[in-house]
């Protein structure tokens, strides 16, 4: 039993006749507490990408920095520190957290990261993506999903409503944009379409 007055806790507590009131399931609590502390831990490990976000917001159309920033033609290697983090990272928290915790431990990250890709996509809902931007987050995009499966976590949680709001997103911007990307403006990588993949994938199976 876990007192409230010391805690700060208290759903569906019971009171006893010392004034104190308890929380009735252990178990709820612990859970509480550890997807608070998988929720910060993921903010501060988001930052990385928060950080990548940031740069390329610095392409939007309608930003006095694009037309100077694409007279040096950028390369996606703007996005390997973010790989090398999450993959870094990934072999840490196997190493730190104990083996029933970490599958949860990676829904959460990989949660939190989908999240803040869809936002910032969000706020670019009524302007066209710059064709730099949509090589960018289309190869971020499936870099996590590949990088989260080798993890072990499964298709069905990694398809969840937040993957699928940004997957049509970066179709519908692949089939409005005008440049060719996966011919002329790889910038760096051999291919960075999701229709591409799609593909390979068909070809495989």
């Known amino acids: 039993l876990v007192s409230t007055q010391s805690t700060g806790c ?3 507590p019971s009171t006893t006749s010392d004034g104190y009131s308890y929380r009735t399931d252990i178990n709820e609590l612990l859970t ?18 928060v950080a990548l976000l940031a740069k390329l917001s610095r392409y939007d159309k309608h ?11 950028p ?7 973010l790989f090398s983090h999450i993959r870094q990272n990934n ?11 970490t599958q949860r431990f990676f829904l959460f990250w990989y949660n939190s990261m989908l999240t803040r890709i869809e936002g910032w ?8 993506l710059h064709p730099f931007q949509l090589a960018a987050i289309s190869i971020i995009f499936k870099t996590l999903f590949n990088e989260f499966s080798s ?3 499964t298709e069905d949680v990694l398809r969840n409503d937040t993957y699928r709001k940004v997957h049509n997103r970066i179709e519908y911007e692949e089939t409005m944009n005008t440049l060719n990307i996966d011919q002329t ?3 760096g990588y051999e291919d960075t379409s999701l229709k591409a993949e799609e593909e390979e994938e068909e070809e495989e199976f």
């Open 151 to 153: 993890q072990g976590l």
């Open 75 to 81: 390369k996606l290697s703007i996005v390997e520190p």
């Open 63 to 73: 930003s006095i920095f694009s037309p100077l920033l694409m007279l040096v033609q």
């Open 32 to 49: 509480d507490k550890i997807d608070a502390m998988f929720e910060f831990s993921c903010a501060q490990l988001c930052q990385c990408l």
């Open 185 to 187: 403006y790889t910038y």
């Open 10 to 12: 208290g759903n569906n």
């Open 91 to 101: 072999v840490q928290i196997k190493q730190e957290i104990h083996p029933n915790a």
């Open 121 to 128: 996509l969000e706020e670019r809902a009524n302007i066209d």
